[in-house]
């Protein structure tokens, strides 16, 4: 379990949630030139389901995006590397279409989705 702690909109916000398996052995060979694309190893999950995607550009961009429509509700979105650390997060208003976390170096990612829903939402992993 990981335990979630983020200060929203003046409350404390806490929660518990399984993190995505980490990627077989075998699938964290060197790495491959990569292009674009949603592709994750394992699937997402969380109160309402794979409702996110985390994806890379050709440039080694990550960005996540609802697969249907925007962010219905506010929260807070947390992208983790292959080690389980936070690397970065940010706030994510209402109807918002997509959460771009920049460059990001070679490794595995996953995402994490805290609303103020309340809710949750995570990733498989995405290796970039």
Known sequence: MVAISAILSGCIAEGDYDAPEEPAEEMAEARQELTAGCTTQGSGGGTWGDVI????????GLYVQKRSGTFTSSGYIYLYNGSGSVVA????????????????????????????????????????
């Not at 985390?54 to 080694?60: A, E, P």
């Open 53 to 60: 995607k985390l994806c890379r550009t050709s440039s080694g």
């Open 89 to 128: 997060s940010q706030g994510v208003p209402q109807d918002t279409l997509t959460v771009n976390f920049g460059y990001r170096p070679p490794g595995w990612y996953y995402v994490y989705y805290s609303s103020n829903a309340p809710g949750e939402a995570w990733t498989g992993w995405l290796q970039n």
